[in-house]
């Protein structure tokens, strides 16, 4: 019996690994990739805490919600109250300078009627009228808003197409003469005739300014009977400042 030869060659394939000498290796170069992992980090594996489970099951989740930012939240505290102080500076630089050749677009004062001019006017008006009593505010606010109303129902009655807002607007504004020469009366008081003599021309300037405004040519020749409750009203308002 002949003993057994030496085992065959193994031959790798292609799926084996290759085992090579030291001097083939030198040859041989190459790279490993990086394996594409991805990991699942959804919202599957957070787990929610007792109070969070308590509060849905107990149909109180809506308290958990969180609102997107809205843009308009953000907006300056002028303009969520509307109040455009360029605006009013125009309107008010329209009735202290009544005059039409100035150029001024003064339909402005009520076409874009606003409320937080004329009330500031009125308010300041009130603060100068106040000479320690405190009750001539209410007064002048109240005749503001309902003497703005009789004017607004008289000039409907004749024909008028103006608006409340509109007459408020135009009659808040209007009392800027009035305030103009509160500071000439402290200066001329002592003089009885230079003081009614500016008195008068103040109620002209203010009943000027309003009348301009809100007597239109559809009144006709109705006009003066809006324009004199108007100057009665603007010298109501005097009174209440000088206290006659």
């Not at 324009?227 to 006659?244: D, E």
């Amino acid at each position: 019996m002949q003993p057994p030869g030496p085992p065959p060659a193994y031959s790798p394939t292609n799926g084996d690994f290759t085992f090579v000498s030291s001097a083939d290796a030198e040859e041989l170069s190459g790279s490993i990739g990086a394996p594409d992992v991805k990991l699942n980090l959804g919202g599957d594996f957070i787990k929610e805490s007792t109070a969070t489970t308590f509060l849905r099951q107990r149909g109180y989740g809506w308290l958990l919600e969180v609102e997107d930012d809205d843009p308009d939240d953000n907006k300056p505290l002028l303009e969520e109250l509307d109040i455009d102080l360029k605006d009013i500076y125009y309107k008010i630089r329209c009735v202290l300078m009544p005059m039409p050749s100035l150029g001024f677009n003064r339909q402005v004062v009520r076409d874009n009627p606003d409320f937080w001019g004329p009330l500031a006017v009125v308010l300041f008006f009130s603060m100068i009228s106040l000479y320690g009593q405190f009750r001539v505010v209410s007064w002048i606010i109240t005749i503001w808003i309902f003497g703005s109303l009789t004017i607004f129902l008289l000039a409907r009655v004749l024909g008028g197409e103006v608006a409340y807002g509109q007459v408020l607007g135009v009659i808040g504004y209007s009392l800027l003469p009035l305030i103009v020469i509160a500071p000439v009366l402290v200066v001329v008081g002592s003089f009885e005739v230079v003081s009614t003599l500016i008195k008068l021309f103040g109620v002209f300037w203010a009943a000027y300014s309003a009348a301009s405004l809100l007597v239109g040519e559809e009144f006709k020749t109705k006009k003066p009977l809006l324009i004199y409750p108007i100057f009665l009203l603007y010298i109501y308002f005097l009174s209440l400042y000088t206290g006659v």
